[in-house]
C-alpha cells in the first residue's frame, strides 16, 4: 500500500498563467479534498471530490478547478495565475470522512 | 463562520515539562476535532482526534464543548515532540477542515 503522492514538488510560474498540480491517492481511497497552506499559515480547504464528483467548495474562486479520475487520482487546475497563489498546496485522501492522510505537497511560486 | 484559533504561534519548554497547546473553536454544531502534526521535512499526519478518547505518543486533548476548547496536553515533554501542531474541525463531519494556523513547539534540552 503506498501513501499519497504528489508531482511535481515544486513549480515557479509567472502572473496570468495556468498551472496543474497532481496527486495520486492512497490506494482505495475514494475522496480527495485539496487545500492551500500559504506561508506561516494553517492549511485552507479548497474544494473535495468523491467518486469523481465535486463534493463542497472553500471560498475560492472559480479560476481553481479540479477532477477526480477513476482511478481515485486528481488534479488542481489553476487558472490566470496572481501573486497570492503563490503557496505549498496539499492533496488528502480518505475512505471514510475522518482519518485524512495527506501527501507532502507542491510548493508553487508565482512570479 | 466556523472557526478555529490556536493563540500562540510558539511554544517553548523544557524536556520534561508539561505542555499545553491551546485550542479554541467556534460552531454551532456538533464537532468532530482533531490535532495534526507535522514534524520537521515530514507531511501533515494526524495525531489524535477527539471522537477516539486515545492517547497518542503521550499526548491527550479533551473536548470542552462549554469552553469551545480542545487543548492538546502532554505531561512531559520530550525533545522528538519538536514540531508544529494544528488543530482541526471537521465540518459537519464532511471531511472538510478548518484548520488553526498552528502553533510551533520547541523542546529544549
Known amino acids: 500500500e503506498t501513501g499519497v503522492t504528489q508531482s511535481p514538488t515544486h513549480l515557479i510560474k509567472t502572473r496570468g498563467q495556468q498551472v496543474t498540480l497532481r496527486c495520486s491517492s492512497q490506494s482505495g481511497h475514494n475522496t480527495v479534498s485539496w487545500y492551500q497552506q500559504a506561508l506561516g499559515q494553517g492549511p485552507q480547504f479548497i474544494f473535495q471530490y468523491y467518486r469523481e464528483e465535486e463534493n463542497g467548495r472553500g471560498n475560492f474562486p472559480p479560476r481553481f478547478s479540479g477532477l477526480q479520475f477513476p482511478n481515485y487520482s486528481s488534479e488542481l487546475n489553476v487558472n490566470a495565475l496572481e501573486l497570492d497563489d503563490s503557496a505549498l498546496y496539499l492533496c488528502?485522501?480518505?475512505?471514510?470522512?475522518?482519518?485524512?492522510?495527506f501527501g507532502p505537497g507542491t510548493r508553487l511560486t508565482v512570479l | 463562520a466556523q472557526r478555529v484559533t490556536q493563540p500562540e504561534k510558539l511554544l517553548s519548554v523544557f524536556k520534561g515539562a508539561p505542555v499545553e497547546l491551546k485550542c479554541n473553536y467556534s460552531?454551532?454544531?456538533?464537532?468532530?476535532l482533531f490535532w495534526y502534526v507535522q514534524y520537521s521535512r515530514q507531511r501533515l499526519q494526524l495525531l489524535l482526534r477527539h471522537i477516539s478518547r486515545e492517547s497518542i505518543k503521550g499526548f491527550t486533548a479533551d473536548l470542552n464543548k462549554g469552553e469551545t476548547s480542545f487543548h492538546l496536553k502532554k505531561p512531559f515533554a520530550q525533545e522528538e515532540d519538536s514540531a508544529m501542531y494544528y488543530c482541526a474541525l471537521d465540518e459537519s463531519n464532511t471531511g472538510k477542515l478548518i484548520f488553526g494556523q498552528g502553533t510551533t513547539l520547541q523542546v529544549k534540552p
Open positions: 488528502a485522501s480518505s475512505l471514510t470522512q475522518s482519518g485524512q492522510f
Open positions: 460552531y454551532s454544531g456538533s464537532p468532530e
